[in-house]
């Protein structure tokens, strides 16, 4: 009798553990993460823990004082939520607009030359940033950021190499592969993009019609459009797209422009 007895309490306090269990696991939360430990001397950012006082400010970067600044990311260093949801054709995107990988036709790496692949840099950090003055008709601000993720190997190699025909052209005469990219190169590309109102004035959209100058985009039209929002609002949600030279459109990213709290998103 004291054997059931005990079997019975026994699985009435595994009911009530399992129970709590469960409610804690369903139980949701919003509470913003912690902020990341860097280590001594380096200060977080986005991007990643950088050196503290040192200006980090990207190659060729353009100034731009927005009246208000919102940013949309993915693999975020201080947050958990990706806010940039990149298509497929962002890759594209990265390889011969930005420039920043597979520069040639067969290329590979490992450590620190997986940087040379698009892989690495979609599955790293990325940014898309918007400055935005008050007066609507005066020129606004577009940027990207983008850094490779990196693996933590023993050993390093990277190579990259044009087709096999346009290698013993090059041997042979010297001119460049035309199966290599020899242009623009720009893990931070900004631009000046005008504004126009949308979806009767519920919305707007960015617009410029030419990509990065040295690029294989350079002629494409690029796109930012709000269907719901106003300069001023803590976010929207939005969709970037691009226009081929032919007038083929596709897009690139959808996800949610959240205003910064800091000048320049927190990036430098």
């Known amino acids: ?107 590979s790496g490992a450590g620190m030359g997986a940087a040379l692949e698009c892989g690495s840099w979609v599955k790293g950090f990325n940014m898309m940033m918007i400055s935005l003055a008050a007066n609507q008709s005066a020129l606004h601000q577009l940027s990207f950021y983008s850094t490779p993720m990196i693996s933590q190997t023993y050993f390093n190699f990277a190579w990259q190499f044009p087709d096999i025909g346009d290698f013993f ?47 294989k985009w350079n002629l494409f039209k690029f796109r930012l459009s709000i269907p719901v929002g106003k300069i001023g609002d803590p976010n929207f949600d939005f969709k970037l797209s691009v226009w081929d030279k032919d007038n083929n459109s596709f897009d690139l990213a959808t996800g949610t422009l959240t205003k910064c709290v800091t000048s320049n998103c927190g990036m430098f």
């Not at 709590?20 to 950012?45: D, E, H, N, Q, R």
């Not at 005469?173 to 005008?194: I, K």
Request: proline share 10%; charged share 10%.
């Open 1 to 107: 009798m004291k054997t059931n007895k005990l079997t019975t309490h026994l699985l009435l306090f595994l009911l009530s553990l399992a129970s709590v269990f469960i409610f804690a696991c369903s139980k949701k939360t919003s509470a913003p993460p912690p902020p990341p430990v860097c280590p001594v001397g380096l200060v977080p950012t986005p991007a990643g823990c950088v050196p503290a006082g040192v200006n980090n400010q990207p190659y060729n970067y353009i100034p731009y004082n927005g009246y208000f600044q919102y940013y949309a990311s993915k693999t975020d260093f201080l947050t958990n939520i990706d806010t940039l949801k990149m298509t497929d054709n962002y890759k594209i995107f990265l390889r011969d607009a930005l420039g920043v990988c597979d520069r040639c036709s067969s290329t």
């Open 169 to 215: 052209v090059t041997l042979f005469t010297g001119a460049p592969a035309p199966s290599c990219n020899y242009g623009q190169f720009s893990p931070y590309w900004a631009t000046q993009v005008q504004y126009e109102v949308q979806n009767d004035s519920k919305g707007f959209v960015l617009f410029v019609n030419n990509g990065p100058s040295y690029s």
